[in-house]
């Protein structure tokens, strides 16, 4: 049971943690990611100076020790000169105490030429930590400074990205549906197009049916004008009124428009 509720916690955490960095701002998350990036190269600094720091006590114990081993060096010699003198002088004494102390004085020497040993030894270890501290800070610098540089490309790209983004979105919103009560552009174009279309058909057929009204106008008036000119003629050759009237009615007639 309880490894279930564990495995079920870590998958509701990487769920929402997955959340999290869908809806998560990168322009933020670069702040954050370069200002992690200087804290860490400030706490890389102080290690190194640390390291520095360490080294350079080490080096002044050294010269130190040095100085105090160069001192009872000297001193070893003048207690051996002494001892010597003294034995010449017939001073045994004073030749068995010079002879003592220069004993006691080697036993120091002894003791710190040991301590000078390990203080080399130390010296050269932290020099070669001092020197890697140096390298790293100046790595990390280096590195610090390329992000820094990189940056302002990234900034530039996520502007672009967010761009190209809207475009896709108002490109799509053109060619897709955005819901069940909005139509596509396409869709409202071919709705206006086919009542257009529709719209000019009817206009067409009126002009037709106005042309033919005209045409038949035009004939009847022609038929008319005709048969008054036909009625002169018949007067002038002295021809029968009845068959004039007959032929009037038979163009009559034929100049009315049918119906329907």
Do not use: C
Not at 71 to 81: D, E, P
Not at 143 to 169: G, P, R, V, Y
Not at 209 to 230: K, P
């Amino acid at each position: 049971m309880f490894k279930y509720l564990k495995k079920r916690w870590n998958y509701l955490l990487a769920k929402l943690t997955g959340r999290f960095e869908e809806n998560a701002d990168p322009k933020v998350q670069l702040e954050q990611a370069i200002s992690q990036a200087k804290n860490q190269h400030v706490t890389l600094k102080d290690q190194a100076a640390n390291v520095i720091a360490n080294q350079k006590q080490a080096e002044i114990r050294l010269n130190k020790k040095m100085e105090e081993l160069e001192k009872l060096n000297g001193n070893a010699r003048q207690a051996l000169i002494m001892a010597s003198d003294a034995q010449k002088a017939g001073n045994a004494e004073k030749a068995t105490q010079y002879t003592q102390a220069a004993e006691t004085i080697a036993d120091k020497l002894i003791s710190l030429e040991a301590d000078v040993e390990s203080l080399k030894s130390l010296v050269l270890e932290s020099t070669q930590a001092s020197d890697q501290a140096k390298a790293a800070v100046q790595q990390n610098s280096r590195l610090l400074q390329e992000k820094i540089a990189e940056k302002s490309k990234l900034l530039s790209q996520l502007d672009q990205a967010n761009m190209q983004e809207e475009m896709n979105k108002a490109m799509s919103a053109l060619t897709e549906t955005v819901g069940e009560d909005v139509p596509t552009f396409n869709e409202v174009q071919e709705k206006i197009e086919a009542r257009y279309a529709k719209a000019k058909a009817k206009s067409e057929l009126s002009e037709v049916t106005v042309e033919s009204r005209v045409l038949e106008i035009e004939q009847a008036t022609a038929n008319v004008a005709a048969q008054s000119r036909l009625s002169e003629l018949r007067a002038e050759l002295g021809l029968d009124s009845a068959t004039a009237e007959v032929t009037a009615e038979s163009s009559e007639a034929q100049a009315q428009p049918s119906e329907g």
